[in-house]
T-cell receptor, first 116, second 113 residues
Framework: DAGVIQSPRHEVTEMGQEVTLRCKPI?????LFWYRQTMMRGLELLIY????????DSGMPEDRFSAKMPNASFSTLKIQPSEPRDSAVYFC??????????????FGEGSRLTVL | GDSVTQMEGPVTLSEEAFLTINCTYT??????LFWYVQYPGEGLQLLLK?????DKGSNKGFEATYRKETTSFHLEKGSVQVSDSAVYFC????????????FGTGTSLTVIP
């Protein structure tokens, strides 16, 4: 079975450019999470969706960040404009259960973003 | 609110040493508890889990017991190997908060031959 698929795996861009990260969750999972990982701050939850609806976006750092989930099989995280402090590894994860008995998270391999 | 606190690292052990990584939690409901492991350059993957008090999760020689009285879920392994070198995250998921996961800050483990 295919796991969570993220693209791109690596992105190097210049300050001010728009960055779009993509995620395909595991088929049948109805919760999707975006995390950011840095050495300084560890693993931070940015936003999560249940059944394609954003439930909690309080972790989104500022208005430059936006996330969408237009359907059950695709999500994007966009940064516009990007800044050097956005450099991090961004993980997408999905879960088979929403709002009920909890299940485990399945993580993608991450998108490493470097903003110069 | 819900939270997870785990011991700070980094931890360095010799091969075959005993490992303990402490984890305590705060939750409003009856959470499920997890340990995740992240190997270098990879995403997190589930190591073990426990869904109710007194449950013991185990996998690959690692164990953790869900202790409601002490709100703890400490990770243990009797004899670590070099291949266990990774970052370990304690986490909880509380159905009262709509399946939101809370992760600890991670503990880096290095095992030397």
């Amino acid at each position: 079975d295919a796991g969570v698929i993220q693209s791109p795996r690596h992105e190097v861009t210049e300050m001010g450019q728009e960055v779009t990260l993509r995620c395909k969750p595991i088929s049948g999972h109805n919760s999707l999470f975006w995390y950011r990982q840095t050495m300084m701050r560890g693993l931070e939850l940015l936003i999560y969706f249940n059944n394609n609806v954003p439930i909690d976006d309080s972790g989104m750092p500022e208005d430059r960040f936006s996330a969408k989930m237009p359907n059950a099989s695709f999500s994007t995280l966009k940064i516009q404009p990007s800044e050097p402090r956005d450099s991090a590894v961004y993980f997408c994860a999905s879960s088979p259960l929403a709002g009920q008995v909890t299940g485990e998270l399945f993580f993608g391999e991450g998108s490493r973003l470097t903003v110069l | 609110g819900d939270s997870v606190t785990q011991m700070e690292g980094p931890v360095t052990l010799s091969e075959e040493a005993f490992l303990t990584i402490n984890c305590t939690y705060t939750a409003t409901g009856y959470p499920s508890l997890f340990w995740y492991v992240q190997y270098p350059g990879e995403g997190l993957q589930l190591l073990l889990k426990a869904t109710k008090a007194d449950d013991k999760g185990s996998n690959k020689g690692f164990e953790a017991t869900y202790r409601k009285e002490t709100t703890s879920f400490h990770l243990e392994k009797g004899s670590v190997q070099v291949s266990d070198s990774a970052v370990y995250f304690c986490a909880l998921s509380d159905s009262n908060t709509g399946n939101q996961f809370y992760f600890g800050t991670g503990t880096s483990l290095t095992v030397i031959p």
